[in-house]
């Protein structure tokens, strides 16, 4: 039996999924994000997924959704960097929790996440040399690319001071794994995406691996396409997700 916990990690809401048999057991930890007006409860499917497989799986709010919503997420939207760079910031209190309260198994942390979650998830890889693992379902490892798109269909955009907009752009260059790949580090990491998605566009996610493929510090980089899947992860992708897990941390 799967046991979800709600808890409260240093104000951090969080689900937390794990065998009810195992519950006291140091395990393998993944933590799992959210897309963009979700929340936590919406990725109970992936959660369970992981957690039938014999991992710890975390399930956090990101800023201005879930429980920490302050008005409609949706009236967000120019803070979309924000939230992602606030994920960043608050894994390592996450990671910390854990490793004190109940431990990590062989230090095996993997991070995975959907849409708004797979670009964070992507940042994660970035910035954590401790990550031993990720997959990315339709999310994108360019992020500076991505913004670029979304600050021309922001409204008001106009009003916005160029030197705002620059400044923004610059500093999300230190979370994009495009720019530079090589902190993969030969870390297992698995891309999913559908071709038909309008949202987080398939073409820059392939490009991405198509650039790296062969590379040694890519060399346990897998994608799986999608044909003709839109902008939402089907089951047969969660079970995948999770399978890569069981499949990285040998469980």
Known sequence: MIEITTKEIAGLPVLELVSATKKAEALPLVIFYHGWTGCKEKVLMEGYELAKRGLRVVLPDAKFHGQRQVGETIT???????????????????????????????????????????????????????????VSLMGSPCPVEFAHRLIAELPGIAELPAEYIAEQLQQLEMIDLSRQPEKIAGRPVHFWHGTADEVVLYGPDHAFYEQIKGKPFARNVTFTTAEGQGHKVSYQAAVEMAEKFAEYFNV
Do not use: D
């Open 76 to 134: 967000h939207r120019q803070e979309f960097w924000e939230i992602v760079a606030s994920s960043v910031k608050e894994f390592p209190t996450l990671v910390a929790y854990y490793q004190k309260n109940v431990g990590i198994k062989e230090n095996k942390l993997g991070v995975s996440g959907l849409s708004m979650g797979a670009i964070t998830t992507c940042a994660l890889l970035t910035v954590y040399e401790q990550i031993t693992a990720g």
